[in-house]
């Protein structure tokens, strides 16, 4: 969704008495305010203002009750038949803003402790942790961060090509994988969704470290 940013004006014009003073800007006199010591940025048309507030769920009514204006000056802005000054313009932006749905952030929805082994563990201690928790893949984490991951299907896979046998103590070393894709945690939810559908999981990692683990899941657990 388009997210508005406020206009900032720091122009100081001429007075038609040949005084300096402040001009109040309008929407059409900016593009003649504009110089190095004015801030160039996108200002919303009347359309998608309208279009931005009705996507919101706001009537006209609540939007000039926020913003502190009329309700028939809102009409007039969105119809295009006046031309606000910037700071009714900045009100209305900072309303629009304010009432846009909060995103949901990985570290909201992560759960912790990480399920994971270490590199140097036996892999009977994997599959322990398979059985025990009734799940086939897990990250290998050593010193607190991630290095790869260990699967039941690679274990399976190394059974049937006899390559695991009882004389030779394997570790998880021996059958890691590349490690599972990572996050920051003020990642979007909607970006962690998109990784997921080719991922059994993502890990939540702040700095190098990982905080926690975001599995389809967790997400399911969203919507019950």
């Known amino acids: 969704m388009l997210r508005f940013m406020r206009i900032v004006n720091r122009e100081t ?16 006199n900016l593009d003649n305010l504009l110089s190095p010591s004015v801030i160039r940025m996108h200002i919303p048309t009347p359309e998608e203002l309208r279009t931005r507030r009705e996507t919101l769920g706001l009537k006209q009514t ?17 119809a295009g038949n006046v031309d606000p000054r910037v700071s009714t313009l900045n009100k209305i932006i900072v309303v629009l803003n304010s009432a846009e749905p909060k995103k949901l952030r990985a570290a909201q929805i992560m759960h912790t402790p990480v399920l994971s082994v270490q590199p140097q563990d ?22 607190g961060i991630p290095v790869g991951c260990i699967s039941e299907a690679v274990i399976v896979k190394a059974i049937e090509q006899q390559r695991l ?37 993502v890990l939540v990692v702040e700095g190098k470290t990982a905080r926690g683990v975001i599995t389809k899941h967790d997400l399911i657990s969203l919507i019950l």
Do not use: C, W, Y
């Open 62 to 78: 609540e939007l000039a009750r926020r913003a502190g204006i009329s309700q028939s000056m809102v009409a007039r802005i969105e």
């Open 165 to 201: 046998h009882k004389t030779h103590l394997f570790t998880v070393r021996d059958f890691m994988e590349s490690g599972f894709p990572t996050v920051p945690p003020d990642m979007d939810v909607e970006t962690v969704i998109n990784i997921l559908q080719q991922n059994h999981a």
């Open 122 to 143: 036996a892999i009977s201690r994997a599959v322990d942790i398979f059985e025990k928790h009734n799940i086939s893949q897990l990250p290998v984490i050593e010193r």
């Open 13 to 28: 014009e001429l007075s038609p008495a040949g005084h300096a003073g402040l001009l109040p800007p309008t929407l059409h």
